[in-house]
């Protein structure tokens, strides 16, 4: 199903439970245009936590990912057009409601990357939770190189898939990774064929779209906090999200589907 997002910069599809989102600006490879962010913005907004919506995958038309902020548009960009606090403002929504809407997500979200993802464009990547590369894609912070220090959380974000050592290491110089290091750094989880790309994405995400939607929820809550709190809070954490979880229809029919030797049919509930 074809979902109107409101823009033509920005396609979406709902099938089988999973949102398909393009950046849809091939011949600028898909930067991030203010329309483009304004419709995915809402997109996420409306979406985001729908019942009929059990995984999220992102991608890109043509052959890239996304390059980005617009670089054409910031060349021509007039000081003075707004206060630096209504610059803050926008910017901040901007970056809370797209990577930071992803990352916030109780589903699983995977982002498909067909060819280069740069700066902005790497860390709406990184917000999602794996990521799959054509074998001819590549990745780059690439803000240093247009004297900027990096948004979207991208080092944050960055610092958590890859390390403290090699996000710095990537921040600093803007190092173009190809999809077989990325796989060896830990940046993405998949390379496939380039023809393959959606096939293998689609491959991944499918079962998790039908798949048991509130532990999905308690088990990001798990990973999120584990770099943030020590082992024995963690376990009674753990412990909480357990009994909780085991009192659940979910559990209880994978529970029963488990002795009778057939497959589960989670509800979300």
Not at 147 to 159: I, K, Q, S
Request: proline share 4%; hydrophobic share 40%.
């Amino acid at each position: 199903m074809n979902i109107d997002t409101g823009s033509e910069e920005l396609l979406c599809d709902l099938t089988d439970r999973v949102l398909t989102v393009t950046l849809n600006r091939p011949a600028a490879r898909n930067a991030l245009s203010p329309d483009l962010m304004w419709a995915f913005r809402r997109v996420l907004a409306e979406y985001g936590n729908h019942p009929d919506v059990g995984g999220l995958v992102v991608t890109g038309a043509g052959s890239a990912f996304s390059s980005g902020g617009d670089v054409k548009r910031m060349a021509v960009r007039k000081d003075g057009e707004q206060t630096a606090e209504e610059k803050f403002s926008e910017m901040r929504a901007r970056h809370h409601e797209t990577a930071g809407a992803i990352r916030s997500l109780r589903i699983p979200s995977v982002a498909a990357i067909p060819g280069p993802a740069a700066g902005a464009g790497l860390a709406l990547a990184l917000s999602c939770d794996m990521r799959i590369a054509a074998d001819g894609a590549f990745m780059t912070t690439g803000y240093a190189r247009v004297g900027l220090p990096g948004d979207y959380g991208a080092a944050w974000l960055l610092t958590r898939v890859v390390g403290p050592g090699r996000a710095r290491e990537l921040m600093l110089t803007s190092e173009r990774v190809t999809a077989d290091r990325a796989l060896a750094i830990g940046l993405v989880n998949r390379v496939a064929p380039a023809d393959k790309l959606m096939e293998t994405t689609l491959e991944l995400i499918a079962p998790l779209a039908n798949g048991p939607r509130i532990a999905y929820g308690y088990i990001k809550d798990n990973l999120e906090e584990a770099l943030e709190i020590d082992h024995k809070t963690a376990i009674d954490r753990e412990a909480e999200r357990m009994l909780r979880s085991q009192s659940t229809h979910d559990h209880k029919e994978a529970a029963r589907a488990f002795v009778e030797k057939r497959a589960p049919k989670f509800e979300g509930r």
